[in-house]
């Protein structure tokens, strides 16, 4: 991308493709030479493997004028995706040896859906492990930087395609979410970052961590190119069961600049004590503007959401454990002799699985085990039963949207966090939101120390289109304090 | 073998069945058989990553047609779960089952057992009539094939099976000899049959049995240990080896010893129960709810209109071709042994109008034909109109008895109409007197001894000099005028 | 007793590492078994708070999704492979998937 590109949105880069005043092949190109800027000069260590070819010969096909229409909403707009993601022809190494050399064989649904919307995948981009993670540490081929401070995690485990969007190489992005994995990255890098609700976009060709949780999301610099992207990717699908049946609205009708009529609920649970206080300062602001907009704010209680993480790191560990079950050297991928088979599989799965992955395997497999999975694994889904019914009765109650912090702190140095549970507890405001299956969303609401901090929005299932229409508002009730 | 009377057998039997779908269970792969290794695969049953199941539409239809016909609970609501183990062909790492929310529960099945091997031309001496309830019945997916001849040193793996739409249905412990559980597996055949969900063959794999068996001293309550025999390709395999294995049970017992809870693996070549290595303690098959497939509701009206459109179960379909057709009890029985027996003789009945004629041809010479040439009756070469034609022809006497059996065995041959073979081969009834008188004469000349005879009084005689004449016509002649012809050559 | 109570108060040994990391053929070495150890009970430590949350009756398949799944038609078509078996596999013979000979092929649990 050249300079003006590095900040223009994707509504805008459609538009100029769109009217002939640029071409797809020169975003691009320009895009690709972006990308292979941050990670060779600026070493940021973005993309796991850029798609030059793919994305040229794409790119090339758009030039013919039967393609310029208005259902290309995203015509000639460069994307990426997380290397969790598959594509044909492309590696899909979800940051992991294991899957050592494996190219896919198909497409995943999301990726189809913005290629359809004219949007030209560049390159596949870093992870922390099988998306285990919370600062992109855990990636088998090392740690993504933070391009707002480099000496800082750019969060995760979609760390990769939040970097990617927050340098500039394109307006938008998708990553995975299974705890926070989109939300909190997009507040470390200062970027928009949307999880959608669980079922709304098809999980086709997403690599499984936590198959009740996870969910594709959306990384990009607006509210409007968000809910651009969004739109494009969601509605059912054929080839996912658990996508849901439920029409996607137009999100782009549900811009405001009111929130008159609007109903905001304040959970406490979200505003402890120790909450960095200069995080809670920007909440503050952020609850003033959206005052002064004309929404209400409404104090509200969500009790169990102390029980989220422990939740959380029942039920996803749990799955993950039979997830990644299937890579076990014998179809695809990382083989390692061992003694026989059973040395094979050990052998395999050793050496394929970095330390992160491995724990959280080991934790879910003896959370199922004979004799534990009454008190760990039901007892966790039936507390997450009570964690949804917390939402449910609150927006049942006559609020509209949550906001809350998206992360305790803004984003931290590489290698301070070294105590796994520490680590976990990144995801404490952002995983509610993925056990309950609601759509959340973060937004930049100003810094701390120059670092960005992000806002979170809560919204009931599918209401996205109000989640949209709040955030857009805030966006610009916020103006340029957004970035400062 | 009867090993002691102190001790009595009990046995459950664990039946999957391979559902008859045209595409897999969770994907849209194809499931013929005998296609090259790996080429019946996609994403979903290769295990790839990213890939997700979709419940098969037909795999439930079918699933809740066969549990409706077993007298089961369909339940309104069932989940499938996870199964997790390794094994090199099964890709996932866990295999689709459902666990503690299977689809249906509490069937039954009425049985009778029958005091020797089913012999289908001759009626039992002595049977029994007894219920076996049945657990539950549950929809899973079939594993790969592994190989371990096919390459020395290494196992070779196919996963053109897996993903397979199975049903399995798991019975009480209530059966109490090895006859009563072939006679439980030969009904759960044929109502799966009649119900038309699968091919329900043993020796190609789309039926297969796990026994459990255990011993107890006649009038206890408790139940003894119960080991798990499987690796039977047949229903008198598992017969077999349920003897074989209650015998070493109760050879334990005798001993003072304690049976021990373990796989048994049953060889037919040796008729011998041998148990396989694995330990098993060291399963834990950590089941859970599969995210990746919400639960399956099923609502009453659904399944009401299921078990209305059930077909005909085999009780019914019995008592409907006896009243209709008139026949006895034992007829009947070998008439409806299969859906496609039934509808080959109600063919040929209705086609030919004499009932009793079509029974005893089918019982006789169809079935005869079906064992020599290995034929299947649905693809038998005589068609069930090409019979009942050639019943007219006989009825009406354009063809003799014995034309007519010949003419039946060409038909099997060639499968052509019955009316042409026997203008070919000259099998049409001939009435003409000169003829007759002439293969009269050949007969009278070749069997003189016997013509003095009868021609003295030994009318007895009558049938050797008319069938030798019958076959100098190859069985053309009307047999009625020789008689008459030969009574007036003698003056009788 | 609840059960979760009982389960959460009982540590994680050594042995029940090694056992799940058998189950989950992951080879671990004694030394990264008795760290995997201390990680385990650290983490589970936290979950001990589960146990005490009530949940009598409460339905533990409810956060999923409602209204039931969505089933596929019998003759829905395949996602295709763009590639053959060959192009990923780690070892294929004659269109098979080679693994290395089970000791004992009755051997489920292998």
Redesign the interface.
């Given at each position: 991308m050249s300079a003006e590109d590095r900040t223009a949105t994707a509504a805008a880069i459609a538009e100029s493709v769109r009217n002939g005043k640029r071409l797809a092949q020169d975003v691009t190109t320009a895009a690709l030479a972006r990308a292979r800027h941050v990670d060779e000069k600026e070493k940021l260590n973005v993309f796991l493997q850029r798609a030059d070819k793919q994305a040229a010969e794409f790119a090339g096909r758009l030039g013919a004028p039967l393609e310029r229409s208005a259902h290309h909403p995203l015509l000639g707009v460069p994307f990426a995706a997380k290397d969790n993601i598959a594509v044909t022809g492309l590696q899909v190494s979800c940051g992991s040896r294991i899957l050592d050399g494996y190219v896919s064989p198909y497409t995943a649904t999301v990726i189809d859906r913005l290629r359809d919307a004219g949007a030209v995948l560049i390159g596949k981009t870093n992870l922390d492990e099988f998306a285990m993670g919370s600062s992109t540490e855990f990636s088998a081929f090392g740690p993504t930087r933070n391009p707002i401070a480099p000496d800082r995690v750019p969060g995760g485990s979609s760390g990769g395609s939040a970097a990617a969007v927050a340098a500039g190489v394109v307006p938008i992005a998708l990553g995975s979410e299974t705890g926070g994995s989109v939300r909190q990255p997009a507040a470390f890098c200062g970027i928009v970052g949307v999880k959608p609700t669980y079922g709304r976009v098809s999980r086709h060709g997403l690599v499984a961590f936590g198959s009740s949780l996870d969910q594709i999301g959306v990384f990009a610099t607006t509210v409007t190119d968000a809910a651009m992207t969004l739109r494009a990717i969601a509605g059912r699908d054929d080839l996912d069961a658990t996508s849901a049946d439920v029409p996607v609205p137009d999100y782009m009708m549900a811009e405001a600049s009111s929130l008159e009529g609007i109903v905001v609920g304040r959970p406490a649970e979200y505003f402890p004590a120790e909450l960095d206080a200069r995080i809670a300062a920007l909440c503050d602001r952020a609850f003033d503007r959206m005052r002064s907009l004309g929404a209400e704010v409404r104090d509200v209680t969500l009790p169990h959401t102390a029980m989220a993480i422990p939740v959380y790191y029942v039920v996803a560990p749990a799955e993950a454990s039979s997830n990644l079950a299937r890579f076990d050297g014998v179809r695809y991928g990382l083989r390692v002799a061992g003694d026989g088979l059973r040395g094979m599989y050990e052998a395999t799965r050793s050496r394929g699985f970095g330390p992160e992955v491995t724990r959280r395997i080991l934790l879910g497999t003896y959370v199922l085990s004979a004799g534990y999975y009454d008190a760990y694994y039901r007892k966790a889904m039936q507390v997450r039963t009570l964690i949804a019914g917390d939402f449910r009765r609150v927006f049942d109650s006559g609020v509209h949207v949550l906001f809350t912090p998206t992360t305790p702190t803004p984003a931290f140095p590489f290698g301070s966090r070294s105590d796994p549970y520490e680590m976990y507890l990144s995801d404490i405001f952002t995983c509610t939101a993925n056990l309950a299956g609601i759509p959340a969303m973060s937004q930049p609401i100003g810094r701390v120390d120059g670092l960005p901090a992000g806002g979170q929005l809560m919204a009931a299932h599918f209401d996205e289109a109000r989640m949209f229409s709040v955030a857009s508002a805030l966006e610009r009730g916020l103006g340029a304090e957004a970035h400062a | 073998m009867s090993p002691g009377h102190e001790y009595e057998m009990v046995v459950g039997l664990e039946v999957h069945v391979q559902l008859k779908t045209e595409t897999k269970a969770f994907c849209g792969c194809r499931t013929s058989f005998g296609d090259p290794p790996n080429t019946n695969v996609c994403p979903v049953c290769l295990g790839l990553p990213g890939a997700l199941p979709v419940l098969n539409t037909h795999a439930v239809d079918l699933a809740v047609r066969a549990a409706l016909a077993l007298g089961c609970d369909v339940q309104e609501v069932s989940i499938f779960a996870r199964k997790n183990y390794f094994y090199p062909d099964l890709p996932k790492g866990y295999q689709i089952s459902q666990y503690d929310r299977p689809l249906a529960t509490s069937g039954k099945l009425e049985i009778v057992t029958r005091d020797a091997t089913p012999d289908a031309r001759r009626p039992p001496k002595h049977e029994a009539r007894s219920t076996v309830r049945i657990t539950r019945v549950h929809m899973e997916e079939d594993a790969g094939k592994s190989l371990h001849d096919r390459f020395p040193g290494v196992t070779a793996i196919d996963l053109n099976r897996a993903g397979v739409p199975l049903i399995e249905i798991v019975s009480e412990p209530d059966m109490r000899s090895a006859a009563e559980a072939g006679a439980y597996l030969r009904t759960l055949k044929q109502i799966l049959e009649y119900m038309a969900v699968s091919d329900v063959s043993m020796e190609e794999g789309s039926l297969r049995v796990d026994a459990n068996v255990s011993a107890r001293r006649r009038g206890e309550e408790r139940l003894g240990q119960k080991t798990e025999v499987k690796n039977m390709n047949s229903f008198s395999g598992v017969e077999r080896a349920l003897e074989v294995e209650f015998a070493r049970q109760c050879a334990v017992l005798d001993a003072g010893g304690v049976v021990e809870q373990q796989t048994m693996l049953w060889d037919a070549s040796t008729g011998q129960v041998r148990p396989a290595r694995a330990k098993e303690a060291s399963h834990d098959y950590r089941y859970f709810p599969d995210p990746d497939l919400p639960p399956l509701r099923l609502d009453r009206a659904h399944i009401k209109e299921s078990l209305a459109q059930l077909p005909e179960l085999p009780r019914a379909r019995r008592e409907r071709v006896q009243r209709v057709y008139q026949l006895g009890d034992y007829e009947v029985d070998v008439l409806t042994a299969s859906p496609a027996l039934a509808d080959y003789f109600e063919g040929v009945a209705r086609q030919h109008g004499d009932a009793k004629a079509a029974a005893n041809w089918v019982m006789g010479e169809v079935l005869a034909a079906l064992n020599a040439t290995g034929q299947t009756i649905a693809h038998f070469s005589v068609r069930p109109r090409d019979l009942a034609d050639l019943l007219n022809l006989v009825r009406d006497g354009t063809v003799t008895h014995t034309a007519g059996k010949q003419i039946f065995g060409v038909m099997v041959k060639t499968g052509d109409p019955p009316a042409d073979i026997a203008k070919r081969e000259g099998l049409l009834k001939v009435s003409d007197d000169a003829a007759l008188r002439r293969w009269l004469d050949e007969a009278l000349a070749d069997n003189p001894r016997e013509a003095e005879r009868y021609a003295a009084g030994e009318k007895k005689l009558q049938g050797v000099l008319i069938g030798a004449a019958m076959k100098k016509s190859k069985g053309s002649a009307d047999p009625r005028r020789l008689a008459q012809l030969l009574a007036e050559r003698f003056g009788t | 007793m609840d059960?979760?109570?009982?389960?959460?108060a009982a540590a994680?040994t050594v042995d029940?590492?090694r056992?799940?990391?058998?189950?989950?053929?992951?080879?671990?070495s004694d030394e990264r078994a008795r760290a995997?150890t201390r990680?385990?009970n650290?983490?589970?430590e936290?979950?001990a708070?589960?146990?005490r949350?009530d949940?009598t009756g409460?339905?533990?398949?409810?956060?999923?999704?409602d209204?039931?799944?969505?089933?596929?038609?019998?003759?829905?078509?395949?996602?295709?492979?763009?590639?053959k078996?060959e192009?990923?596999?780690?070892?294929m013979?004659?269109?098979?998937?080679?693994?290395?000979?089970?000791?004992?092929?009755?051997?489920?649990?292998?």
């Open positions: - | - | 059960p979760g109570a009982k389960a959460a994680v029940d590492v056992h799940v990391a058998m189950l989950a053929r992951l080879g671990v995997l990680d385990l650290a983490i589970l936290h979950m708070v589960l146990a949350v949940t409460i339905d533990e398949t409810a956060a999923k999704a209204g039931g799944m969505r089933l596929r038609d019998e003759s829905a078509p395949c996602v295709q492979l763009a590639s078996p192009a990923f596999a780690p070892e013979r004659h269109g098979f998937f080679i693994v290395p000979r089970l000791s004992s092929h009755e051997d489920v649990s292998a």
